[in-house]
Nanobody, 123 residues
Framework: QVQLVESGGGLVQPGGSLRLTCAVS????????MGWFRQAPGKEREGISC????????TYADSLKGRFTMSRDRPKSTVYLQMDRLEPEDTAVYYC????????????????WGQGTQVTVSS
């Protein structure tokens, strides 16, 4: 079992930045690849990025590469999503998720999910 708790969401103006945090706890958290996802109202869940459990290589969705940066702090069992140059279209609930295996950007592969944190980009 793995527990995930996201934080760091909020209201930000267009062009601003936010850093989301996902605290990971439970059994053998370092054996899980970690992903970030988002879901905007009325839209499908979208994969943002994934960090591999073994070598910390990161896969990004092509549409978000360059503005969003994922990282991992193993001693703190925490993953981060740095979001820059935010746009109103980035408004969504953001989730982190854990996958015991290789990285995927499709949410159906993931075993555990956090409760989500709301990000609103508006002036």
């Amino acid at each position: 079992q793995v527990q995930l708790v996201e934080s760091g969401g909020g209201l930000v103006q267009p062009g601003g930045s936010l850093r989301l945090t996902c605290a990971v706890s439970g059994s053998n958290p370092h054996f899980y690849s970690m992903g970030w996802f988002r879901q905007a109202p009325g839209k499908e869940r979208e994969g943002i990025s994934c960090i591999h459990y073994g070598d910390d290589s990161i896969t990004y969705a092509d549409s978000l590469k360059g503005r969003f940066t994922m990282s991992r702090d193993r001693p703190k069992s925490t993953v981060y999503l740095q979001m820059d140059r935010l746009e109103p279209e980035d408004t969504a609930v953001y989730y982190c998720a854990a996958l015991r295996g290789l990285c995927e950007l499709a949410g159906d592969f993931y075993d555990y999910w956090g409760q989500g944190t709301q990000v609103t980009v508006s002036s």
